[in-house]
């Protein structure tokens, strides 16, 4: 970290949820994950009430613990979030709208915080009672510390193969302030099982619209680039907590201070999103995909989601075969206009379609940056002068093995 | 065939597009395929100029052979289609369009026809320069017979592992009257390589608003339901050439001899749209999905789709993993108003879901339903009495493989 005023937002040492000031975490393994003793329950806490926003999934069939949260959330204030991995809680009718409300006040009680104020997540497979009498016996075993957001990052993992942490801090109005999340998924174009859960926290303080704003803004640059909308699962959630532990007037919408505030925020959720976007089942390779050139903002994430989100791009990728014609194919089938005789397309440093046709290239070095751990494709719509970004991976046969032997 | 009035279409016998009367068929080998003797030309002709009418790809990004067929088809008129496999010709600039102009020509002068009624498609790679010399050297090679359709039928062929036929007829006003088809493709989510090319026949003497108001109808129940709208690729063509050589006065919409002739092509063209995602690329069963109950045939097609679109849905049933969580998040995820509490779900005979939540089910006997070579889900959403139907395959690693190395 360097001295005095910084606008750039800098990378934390040893990121977690419990970077910020004010915040503890901490896990349990209560047997939800049936068989093993791995960690499946994760609290984290605020030492006061937090200004507070969170986003869920626009999945018509909704898990039990978003239909909780999203009530609580409408005040714009929680303390704190409890999540457990194993059991999404969803499609589990009354007895699992009980079984959330329960896990929320078991965690409230057992931190001594207004019931109100505790969010509540689940993660895992859909449609499976939810065994609350082993997640309510496991939440007093829970002891959140100021080190402990790792163990919290693990506990809500399920096909994750590693845990995600990304945290940055801003110098603003000469305090210094702290933005750290988490997150789990496994990234996939079509999500199952409450496919992202992500929790913000920050010592930052925030003007309650503002925190709404922002945590927008953050997520339509970041989560939402890497699984399509029409692909959320029941139980995606994304909260923020702001405790405001830095002190300071709260940060207000338009101004200098929440640019900066909104530059730390969009980097941990794209840090967290393109971890999200590595991990994915099955996948080898980051695939980052650039398009500029595009008409707005809007248009510009829509083809870059949708080249994103193509089998034949994802399998291409896979095969390292500079199947160029696949990638104009789903900039074509965005549903946004564009003029296929003006695209330019390159994969790595190299060139390989200009003005919607070939464009003479090296396949051998085009197919080394194909099997680079991250993959950049670059599509340049020459039609305006917004850009978009988003993130993915290849698809493999072990996608197919990963999600053909889930439940069984 | 039975004697008398039938108005329910009946199977014809070695199905081709040549069943109807006044139609002949070939094919060649012009080494598109290179380093094989493939067939890859084929040639469909009528006696007469036919009332036609065809239905392109929707993506933005456009095949030389459907800019040409689509200028073309606005007449209403054709008499012949020349097609070929191996090379899209898309993405192809300029020389791609003089291609397509070029091959389309030589068919016709080789047939004899006006230019003008001669359509072209052309299926396989995207962004390759066409091979346009070898094409004009094979056509003049086809020698279109009245028991060709079997050839044209294979010369269409990409990764596709059989050909695929069907034809029906049906009495209208007392006179015979066939409905052949024939088309090929891999039937994937994100087809890549016009995926989808069919010509139907018919000896049928019909209206031409009729005519495409038909075949608009046709398309809707049929091919529509197996690809996905924004999965379309450059090049997919569905043509319908009328003779009118079965006689009579020619049918008009809304009436009953409209209603039975939309009967045999409805069912001609589902035949064909069951047997594309019968053959899947790296498709082990063939699955449909059945949506009752919906408010209306829009919102019960749309919910098929996004079922059978899911690469979660398709990767459970590879694993015949009665996994119907993921099943109700995609239908969920389709855009159309729903209650997930009302949702029913049925695998095979078995119900595994009631008003969205877990019904007790015997795993041994949905397993083993999961592993039919077709596949029946049914998803009633008791709402409304529209319903939809759609069709796909399971997601294997018989897909990646095929897809990763598919140019290489």
């Known amino acids: 970290m360097t001295s005095g005023r910084t606008f750039v937002p800098e990378s934390v040492a040893d990121p977690s949820v419990t ?85 929320a006040s078991t965690a409230a009680e057992h931190m001594g915080i207004d019931p109100s104020l ?43 193969l590693v ?65 399509v909308d029409r692909d959320t699962s029941p139980d995606d959630t994304l909260a923020l907590l702001a405790n405001g532990a830095a002190g300071g007037d709260p940060i207000q919408s338009g101004t200098v201070e929440a640019r900066i505030f909104q530059g730390a925020l969009d980097a941990v959720c794209i840090e967290l999103a393109r971890m999200i976007a590595r991990d994915g089942e099955g996948a080898t390779r980051l695939i980052q995909v650039d398009v500029e050139g595009a008409t707005t903002l809007r248009a510009g994430r829509r083809v870059a989601r949708e080249v994103i989100a193509s089998n034949l791009v994802k399998t291409a990728i896979y095969g390292r075969d500079p199947n160029w014609g696949r990638i104009l194919s789903a900039v074509g089938n965005a549903g946004v206009p564009i003029d296929p005789d003006r695209v330019d ?10 003005k919607g046709a070939f464009h003479p290239f090296d396949a051998r070095v085009v197919s080394e940056a194909m099997g680079a751990d991250e993959v950049r494709i670059r599509v340049n719509l020459n039609q305006g002068r917004a850009s978009g970004c988003a993130w993915g991976c290849d698809l493999t046969e072990g996608y197919v093995k990963i999600n053909a032997e889930y439940t069984t």
Chains 1, 2 share one sequence.
Do not use: W, Y
């Open 163 to 227: 845990p995600k942490e990304s945290a940055r801090t801003v110098e603003i109005g000469g305090r210094r302030i702290t933005v750290a999340g988490m997150a789990k998924g496994s990234g996939m174009i079509h999500p199952d099982m409450a496919t992202l859960i992500s929790v913000i926290t920050t010592d930052a303080r925030l003007e309650p619209g503002m925190a709404r704003l922002a945590l927008k803004r953050a997520a339509d640059a970041s989560f939402n680039q890497v699984s």
């Open 118 to 160: 505790m969010l509540v997540a689940s993660t895992g497979v859909i449609g499976v009672p939810f065994p609350i009498d082993r997640v309510v016996a496991g939440i007093p075993r829970i002891k959140p510390t100021a080190d402990g957001g790792h163990d919290a990052a693990r506990a809500i993992m399920t096909t994750d």
């Open 19 to 103: 970077s910020p000031k004010g915040f503890r975490a901490g896990a349990a393994s209560a047997g939800v994950k049936e068989g093993t003793n791995r960690l499946d329950l994760a609290l984290v806490v605020a030492d006061r009430p937090c200004v507070a926003h969170a986003i869920f999934t626009r999945c018509r069939v909704v898990g039990a613990t978003v239909l909780v949260s999203r009530e609580r959330i409408r005040s714009g204030r929680a303390q704190g979030i409890v999540i457990n991995s194993g059991n999404a809680n969803a499609c589990t009718g009354q007895d699992g709208l009980l079984a959330a409300e329960s896990m």
């Open 345 to 354: 397309i390159f994969i790595g440093e190299q060139q390989v379609a200009a």
